[in-house]
């Protein structure tokens, strides 16, 4: 399946090389556009259909994604799963849902997300999930490009795990070496 999702990825033009700013703050050689993907409804439909097929016994209440990709995949997961999708937003520090979107206490929820790096928005929408009572049943993403395996104290599926070098930026080699810093969704 793997090899099937990565194809989907690179038919899309997803996969970019060069020297990328991730929005963690972070340095990275390689950046996954997910919005290359969810520019295509087949495309999502599909990534999300392995998401919603893994957590589809789990009784889910409500699928909830950060902003701004995590929207699209909650929308089109929940769809699938038959339930709400939902998203919370940036406020301050931290993300909320507004918009009257609810969670009751003890409503089970399924967070999505499109590329996992270091999990904050992850976190973060946890702790907006937690802070209303619902009850975190699972985490599904579309790549998983992490270093090292992260604990959200929530099972964890993606539909690829792709472990991907990332530097600070005091400690960056692409850096070191005069390559431009591309931050991407910044204007041309």
Known sequence: MSDEV???FKTAGAIKEGHFLLASGLHSPVYWEKFRILQY????ERLCRLIAQHFKRQKIDVVAGPTTGGIILAFETA??????????????GARVFRRDFEI????RVLIVDDILTTGSSLRETINAVDT???TVIGIGVLVDRSEKNLDFNAPLFSCLRA???VYSPQECP???AGIPLVKPGAPS
């Open 163 to 165: 472990p991907t070098t």
């Open 104 to 107: 009751a206490p003890g409503q």
């Open 6 to 8: 990565l194809e989907i």
């Open 79 to 92: 769809r699938q799963l038959g339930t709400r999708g939902i998203f919370a937003e940036k406020e301050g």
């Open 174 to 176: 692409l850096c070191a």
């Open 132 to 134: 209303l009572g619902g």
């Open 41 to 44: 409804p087949d495309f999502t």
